[in-house]
């Protein structure tokens, strides 16, 4: 559907000196840099004694995820973004130097994204009607920040999208399922962890969410996180003796702790140690 983008502050620092832009700082971002830590190293201890509780957390927390929608609904805003940063000249991959042959550009980019509703076919751009989803950039002086933050407002999408023929997949199976009607509210946290997608499968993100989320009728509240590389997913998990495991969804479950990684079957509800 229809987005919209303003360019709150630019400013090309030539050597005619230039006046000062002052950035906003982003939310949280302390707790996302620490969190960012977590799934690269896990905290949690892992061992046969508690492995079919993580297993059966895990599971638990697979539901509350909505991992067969969710991510390619914020991706697909993060496409979005990378298209106005590149059209606008700014930096759309955190880890990319700054030229400095060139003059270096400080902003701040919101990108706003109508949501496309639940009709079928679609009806016109509609924020009042079907929510919005918007997201807030910085670049400062030539280099993109990683962390990108923004606010999901009474969004209603459609997976898959209205005039598609296929069926929702779920990431954690190759199976799919009915159509989904799906709605979000909240605020959001998309740390890049690697240039920002022209396309959702090339995404790599650590997403946090706080709001409300549900599936036709069934809307409650939530909070939580995972991350998202090129369409693999991973989340977290408490270990009952303290840290985190990091869980990998696929047609198992890799569950890597501190000490240790499992490969747990949901079919069979076992778990053998793999590391």
Same mark, same amino acid.
């Given at each position: 559907?229809?987005?919209?983008?303003?360019? *709150?502050?630019?400013?090309?620092?030539?050597?005619?000196?230039?006046?000062?832009?002052?950035?906003?700082?982003?939310?949280?971002?302390?707790?996302?840099?620490?969190?960012?830590?977590?799934?690269?190293?896990?905290?949690?201890?892992?061992?046969?004694?508690?492995?079919?509780?993580?297993?059966?957390? @895990?599971?638990?927390?697979? %539901?509350?995820?909505?991992?067969?929608? *969710?991510?390619?609904?914020?991706?697909?805003?993060?496409?979005?973004?990378?298209?106005?940063?590149?059209?606008?000249?700014?930096?759309? %991959?955190?880890?990319?130097?700054? %030229?400095?042959?060139?003059?270096?550009?400080?902003?701040?980019?919101?990108?706003?994204?109508?949501?496309?509703?639940?009709?079928?076919?679609?009806?016109?751009?509609?924020?009042?009607?079907?929510?919005?989803?918007?997201?807030?950039? *910085?670049?400062?002086?030539?280099?993109?920040?990683?962390?990108?933050?923004?606010?999901?407002?009474?969004?209603?999408?459609?997976?898959?999208?209205?005039?598609?023929?296929?069926?929702? @997949?779920?990431?954690?199976?190759?199976?799919?399922?009915?159509?989904?009607?799906?709605?979000?509210?909240?605020?959001?946290?998309?740390?890049?962890?690697?240039?920002?997608?022209?396309?959702?499968?090339?995404?790599?993100?650590?997403?946090?969410?706080?709001?409300?989320?549900?599936?036709?009728?069934?809307?409650?509240?939530?909070?939580?996180?995972?991350?998202?590389?090129?369409?693999?997913?991973?989340?977290?998990?408490?270990?009952?003796?303290?840290?985190?495991?990091?869980?990998?969804?696929?047609?198992?479950?890799?569950?890597?702790?501190?000490?240790?990684?499992?490969?747990?079957?949901?079919?069979?509800?076992?778990?053998?140690?793999?590391?």
């Amino acid at each position: 559907m229809k987005s919209s983008a303003l360019l *709150l502050a630019a400013l090309a620092l030539v050597a005619c000196g230039p006046e000062t832009v002052t950035l906003p700082t982003p939310p949280m971002e302390a707790e996302t840099a620490a969190l960012v830590m977590t799934y690269q190293m896990p905290t949690g201890n892992l061992d046969t004694t508690n492995i079919d509780q993580v297993r059966t957390d @895990a599971q638990a927390r697979l %539901d509350e995820l909505h991992l067969d929608w *969710l991510p390619d609904l914020l991706s697909e805003a993060l496409t979005r973004l990378q298209s106005r940063l590149a059209a606008a000249g700014l930096p759309d %991959d955190p880890e990319s130097m700054p %030229d400095p042959r060139k003059g270096q550009l400080t902003a701040v980019v919101t990108e706003t994204r109508i949501c496309a509703g639940w009709s079928d076919p679609p009806g016109p751009p509609d924020a009042g009607a079907n929510g919005s989803i918007e997201v807030t950039a *910085l670049a400062d002086t030539g280099k993109l920040n990683p962390e990108i933050w923004g606010t999901a407002t009474s969004c209603l999408a459609r997976f898959p999208p209205a005039g598609s023929t296929g069926s929702a @997949a779920s990431a954690t199976s190759t199976s799919t399922s009915a159509v989904v009607k799906a709605t979000l509210n909240g605020t959001l946290i998309l740390y890049s962890l690697g240039p920002l997608p022209k396309n959702t499968s090339d995404a790599q993100l650590l997403v946090t969410f706080s709001g409300s989320i549900g599936v036709g009728d069934k809307v409650g509240s939530a909070s939580f996180d995972f991350e998202i590389n090129q369409s693999q997913v991973k989340f977290r998990v408490p270990v009952a003796s303290g840290g985190d495991a990091i869980v990998t969804v696929g047609t198992t479950l890799g569950v890597e702790g501190a000490n240790a990684g499992f490969s747990c079957d949901l079919t069979t509800l076992t778990c053998q140690q793999t590391s």
